[in-house]
């Protein structure tokens, strides 16, 4: 018998058996019914009924094990030894990589060219086999072969779905899988496979299985078996590993280059805790190992380059990719013929460009930069550079950056406007660039700052979009809510904002994402609001020309309504907008139409530039790889000329097309302050767009305010129409009126009239036209603690001396007459009748109304004086006094002058009978306010005829007429 190179410390032998039981129940029903049976026929039926149930059930039983005994005697025979297993694996055909034109671009060479050092199992570490046990298969020493339990999960979700979509493989089936079948993904190569593996552990021991499977599997790398891998990524024998790297190179087993430390450190860290985790549920280490080893640093040995001709950041993405849907057995082993999406010349053209301005980041303190160019519509990358040079150590330039977390900075101001156009909002809408400060809870408030530490004041959301501006971005996402951005970004294809503490700073770029995914996101902008996955592989072959995997149409999910997509196009393809914070021509201008967003974030480590054109989107990121700051690097400085150079190149000669605005959007003038409609109030107008349905309303920035004239507050319905007046105001909301009020502005008053509490009524009116005569004037004069009222009269519409027409009245009238008045002297022309009325705290309110007194049609009779004999004439020296009247209950007047000297003249038409009653006393007034009279002179004036009109109070019958 040949010797065997792996020594076997025991024999594991071990079958288990699986019965599955089953029952069947039939019955007929017979055309009438039987009598009850009686309980002895009861139980000869239940006993009948047993037995040829017990006799179905093995037969069923016998004729699927003789079934399965035969498949499984057909798939078990000529099993090979673990040497000739060994042996079966030499054969290997190589994987070649193409661009979309089917140029190659990688060719993976033979890794059985003295990569692989055969280990025996004596010669594996206790702490390496414990990881891989622990990882891969912790029932390895007991099953047999097969995970029962696994399996029948996997079976369920798989033949539910119709494909392969979960695994239950063990150690031995993963041997099984790479060493004797292809690597189609079908239900019936996993039950074969689950076979084969429960004949390989009848026939083999565990310690053989384990030593073939450690020799042969990838690591990554080139490194296929335990022997090159341990050499590779340490510079060790496996026997010298210690407890970190052991874990690292389990881990390594189920993605080999995704979790590759080379490229990706934190990946390769983070699956090695896991790994240490399992090992410690499992009982493999203790507590304090397992704390240790964790806290471990990462120590590699430099690693082997070569082999990359062309795009080799690319390259290894796509193995990754590859890796991950297919296996790494079946991608180095089947002769794989992939194309990729990957355009050769706009890759060189990238990467020359990329590497052309390294210089002028240098002398910025930024050593590297990456670079995404996709087709928006179909999400096909073409072209992905990761750094200004793989091969440089000194900048970690095998790190692929473009699919590396970093700060995007405020490019993701984007998607928290989008959430808020999704509110109602607009390009239009109002924020305001003034200091502001936002609950963090248990923190101290948040104060975010702008680029430029300056304020602007009140800008529309274009304005702050297009030039950047972080306060009002903060202030957006405070007020749509941090969970409407989070939705954004996972609806947009950003899935690396897990984390669950992520607060307003997460719009200026507090949260880490990658490159490619903040690329693809503005995609969605350019094909007019869908999302579309990243795509890097177009078809696959075979070695003989089978189709592996077929083209595939673009997966299309709308994510965004089309307008709202335009509108976000039509803001950051604004030079005129973005102006004023980066220059009438900066390197965010082309030749063409393009969009375009910056983004640096506040310690200056990350500098970002994203634009696109409908058919073309664009990212680009500069830095340092080791997170350390610039020297002030900005996105629009480090990151945009990449981005101007490339697009200028790479889309000179065609189409210059710009954005299709899709239906269903209107232009409406609105104030360029309040971005509201606009008004006469407003300053000159400005165009803006909004959604059909979400019109604006009138600008209330700019406008008339309803105040109170007696208490200076804002009216209500229970102030006097007359008291109330419209007054112009700035309006930016109360928070704002100090700052309102430092620009010089008027801010209209925030609390409401408390003086009028109730309804008041107050009136006056009269014939608005008139020829002389005595016009009867009515009313109202109801007001809340009513003290009394009076009415004048003065001449023009805006009279600025008044007359009193009646005295003071003391009882509130109600839609009655309130003054009778003597038109008859008066000169044609406008005049203004005004009430006054008194509360009893001395407020004041009035109403008012105009008359036009016509020239009379016909001709005035001479006046007559009609003397009672209780009147008599006043002296000269008294004429400024005037007579005050208490009429008689029969309401017809007999004055008489409480001073001798004071003579009241009546009109022709006005005629005062005496009677037997108590006459009215005149009390002489210290101040002439009811009539106008000529000013006193040393001679006795001529007289001028007065009326005296009876108030309301005194004949609320109006009998006291002429």
Known sequence: MRRNRFRKRSTYRGNSTYRRDSGMHNSAP?????????????????????????????????????????????????????????????????????????????????????????????????????????????TFFSNPGVNPFSIARALHDNLRQGEIVSGASTITQQLVKNTFLSPEQTVQRKIKEAILAAEITRRYSKEEILAVYLNDVYFGNLAYGIGAAADTYFGKEPADLTLPEAALLAGLLQAPAFYDPYLNAEAALARRTTVLRLMRLHGRITQAQFDEAVDAPL?????PTGGYSEAPHWVDYVRAQLEAEYGPEALYRSGFHVYTTLDLDLQRMAQRIVQEQSAALRERDANNAALVAMDPHTGEILAMVGSVDFHDA????????????????????????????????????????????????????????????????????????????????????????LSALLDMAQRLGIHSLTRPDYGLSLTLGGGEVTLLEMTSAFGAFANGGYRVDPRHILFIHDNVGNVVMGPREPSLARVMDARHAYLMSNILSDNDARSRAFGADSSLRTSFASAVKTGTTNDFRDGWTIGYTPRFVTGVWVGNND????????????????????????????????????????????????????????????????????????????????????????????????????????????????????????????????????????????????????????????????????????????????????????????DGVIARWDTRQLSPGAYTLRLVVMDRHGHRFEARTHVQIEVSSQPTPSPTMTPTPALETPTPSTPTLEPTMTPTPTATLTPTMATPTVTVILTP????????????????????????TPEPSPLPPEPTPTVVTPTPDVDASGSSEP
């Open 30 to 138: 017979t055309p009438e019914p039987s009598p009850p049976p009686t309980p002895d026929k009861w139980y000869s039926i239940l006993g009948r009924g047993v037995v040829l149930g017990l006799v179905s059930l093995v037969l069923l039983a016998l004729v699927a094990v003789a079934g399965s005994l035969g498949v499984y005697a057909y798939l078990a025979r000529d099993l090979p030894s673990p040497q000739e297993m060994y042996d079966r694996r030499a054969p290997f055909q190589t994987t070649r990589l193409y661009d979309r034109h089917g140029r190659l671009l990688y060719e993976i060479i033979d890794p059985h060219g003295g990569r692989r050092t055969v280990i025996a199992y004596d010669e594996l570490p206790p702490v390496l086999l414990d990881a891989v046990i622990a990882t891969e298969d912790a």
């Open 299 to 303: 120590t590699l040995r430099p690693r």
């Open 394 to 481: 000194s900048i970690d330039g095998q790190v692929n950056v473009s699919v590396r977390m970093r700060q995007p900075g405020s490019t993701i101001k984007a998607l928290t406007y989008l959430a808020a156009f999704e509110r109602g909002w607009s390009p239009s809408t109002m924020l305001m660039d003034l200091e502001q400060s936002f609950p963090d809870g248990a923190n101290p408030p948040y104060v975010p700052r702008n680029y430029d530490e300056q304020h602007w004041g009140p800008i529309s959301l274009r304005l702050a979009l297009a030039s950047s501006r972080n306060i009002p971005a903060v202030s957006t996402l405070n007020q749509i809510g």
């Open 627 to 814: 997170n350390t700051p610039t020297s002030r690097l900005t996105g629009s400085r480090g990151a945009a000329p990449i981005w101007k150079a490339f697009m200028e190149q790479a889309l000179a000669g065609q189409p210059n097309t710009g954005f299709e605005r899709p239906s269903g959007l209107v232009e409406i003038d609105v104030c360029p302050i309040s971005g509201q409609r606009h008004t006469e109030f407003c300053p000159p107008a400005v165009r803006s767009l909004f959604l059909e349905e979400q019109q604006p309303e009138e600008c209330n920035v700019h406008r008339h305010v309803a105040i109170c004239t007696v208490s200076g507050l804002l009216a209500t319905e229970n102030c006097p129409d007359a008291l109330v007046e419209y007054r112009f105001f700035h309006d930016y909301g109360p928070e704002w009126d100090h700052w309102a009020q430092q620009q010089g502005m008027t801010t209209p008053p925030r609390e409401s009239c408390t003086m009028h509490t109730q309804p008041s009524n107050i009136s006056i009116r009269t014939a608005s036209h008139s020829e002389p005569t005595i016009l009867l004037v009515t009313g109202s004069t109801e007001v809340a603690e009513f003290s009394h009222y009076y009415v004048e009269y003065g001449h023009g519409p805006n009279p600025t001396e008044w007359q009193r027409m009646t005295e003071d009245v003391h009882s509130p009238v109600r």
């Open 909 to 932: 038409t006005v005629t005062l009978t005496p009677t037997a009653m108590p006459t009215a006393t005149y009390t002489p007034m210290p101040v002439p306010t009811a009539t106008a």
